[in-house]
């Protein structure tokens, strides 16, 4: 199993570009979640999915979309990417029911000009 | 307010010293904690959960409701501990954890 999948793992674009980071998980998982990692602020939520067709927003989700239509992917929309969006971002999957483990992507490195 | 606490962004020890990452919480049901590690350029992957007790790599954490508080703690640190260490708290009827903002570990030789 490869588990969690995250591509790119590197990109830089221009303020204004769009552009979807992709997650796919083997796992079967039904709760999918993207994080962004910023110096001394640690991992922050920007949306998660409880299932296909169901997503909601955390902690930061201002300037990303997401959708969920199968249980393996969940990939992160950047609408409008602005030099605020810099960032690693992971995505992370865990099973169904409370309190399960989070397993981890790789990250993506986004830098914003 | 429900929230996870890491007072420490950074600590910095010698090898062979004792290690203790901090680890507050605030939340008046019964928690469910998990301690995350991230080496270098790696994916975060899970260390260990209270419910579990166990030890993983030396480390070991114990729950003190008390003092809400779920420190990290090992006897002797070693230069491959050095990584960034995350708390986890799951709050009642969630689904994903809330994590600390995460302690840098370095151990020095």
């Known amino acids: 199993n490869a588990g969690v999948t995250q591509t790119p793992k590197f990109q830089v674009l221009k303020t204004g570009q769009s552009m979807t980071l992709q997650c796919a998980q083997d796992?079967?998982?039904?709760?999918m979640s993207w994080y962004r990692q910023d110096p001394g602020m640690g991992l922050r939520l920007i949306h998660y999915?409880?299932?296909?067709?169901?997503?909601d927003q955390g902690e930061v989700p201002n300037g990303y979309n997401v959708s969920r239509s199968t249980t393996e992917d969940f990939p992160l929309r950047l609408l409008s990417a602005a030099p605020s969006q810099t960032s690693v971002y992971f995505c992370?999957?865990?099973?169904?029911?409370?309190?399960?483990?989070?397993?981890f992507g790789d990250g993506t490195r986004l830098s914003i000009l | 307010a429900q929230r996870v606490t890491q007072p420490e962004k950074l600590l910095s020890v010698f090898k062979g010293a004792p290690v203790e990452l901090k680890c507050n919480y605030s939340?008046?049901?019964?928690?469910?904690l998990f301690w995350y590690v991230q080496y270098s350029r790696q994916r975060l992957q899970l260390l260990l959960r209270?419910?579990s007790r166990e030890s993983i790599k030396g480390f070991t954490a114990d729950l003190n409701k008390g003092e809400t508080s779920f420190h990290l703690k090992k006897p002797f640190a070693q230069e491959e501990d050095s990584a960034m260490y995350y708390c986890?708290?799951?709050?009642?009827?969630?689904?994903?954890?809330?994590f600390g903002r995460g302690t840098s570990l370095i151990v020095h030789p």
């Open positions: 939340y008046s049901g019964s928690p469910e």
């Open positions: 986890a708290l799951f709050f009642g009827g969630s689904y994903i954890p809330t």
């Open positions: 999915s409880v299932g296909a067709g169901i997503t």
């Open positions: 796992m079967n998982h039904e709760y």
């Open positions: 992370a999957s865990s099973g169904r029911g409370f309190s399960q483990p989070q397993h």
């Open positions: 209270h419910i």
